[in-house]
């Protein structure tokens, strides 16, 4: 990461973004899915890898939000990006296109009847006791599976599969970003690129919100101590002469 941030300045924001993908993500989606369900504590650590990564790529500082950098490099947070490794892996399964040991952990849930949603399958839930178990792919699988839509469950093709599942795990990620970044760009009339605001003007509405509230707390201060001022000045003494 240090190397990329001296070499920033002379790579376009793509190459940066593919030098990072390549020499960073990898290596925090490597064996990514054995940390589903992890403490808060063990994601956070990656998590602020990854936004000094995007930091790095778009040039910004240490105090910058990352959350609308990923958004505009199109990066996933790392808990979705465990979700969506669980989720491939879980497709495999599903397709006999991945190893017999993982494809024999998960269950199709029977179904008695016909019904229209027939075609998207859904997984046996295991009951397990501790929060450890929920942490292995016997349970990850049909947990992550079942939560999907069912037009992405229906998907036969692996490519569009991973297009469709990334788009939703995409929107689930950002859908609380401060305001919204989608609604924001449009009520407010702010220039956007493939649907996100410039990473520039969120940082200036940001600012914009901050210094309202540090003024706030002045005006705020300052009509308290007027008040105990005036109070205290109009306040007969009481001292005996």
Known sequence: MHAIRHIRSLLSVDLANTLACSLILSRIDYCNALLYHAPQYTLSKLQ??????????????????????????HWLPV???????????????????????????????????????SC?????LPNVRTEFAKRSFFYAAPAVWNSLPADIRCTNDFKTFRSKLKTFLFDAAFTELWPDVASASESLGLPSENGAIQVEYCIVLYCIVLYCIVLYRIVLYCIVFYCITVGAIGRPSTASY
């Open 48 to 73: 602020r890898v990854q936004n000094c990564a995007a930091r790095a790529v778009m040039e910004c500082g240490g105090r910058t939000h990352a959350k609308p950098l990923l958004r505009q490099l």
């Open 79 to 117: 808990e979705f990006r465990i979700q969506h490794k669980v989720a491939t892996m879980t497709f495999k399964s599903i397709t006999a296109t991945a190893p017999e040991y993982i494809t024999e952990l998960i269950h199709l849930r029977a179904v008695n009847r016909t019904l229209r949603s």
């Open 120 to 124: 998207a399958p859904l997984l046996v």
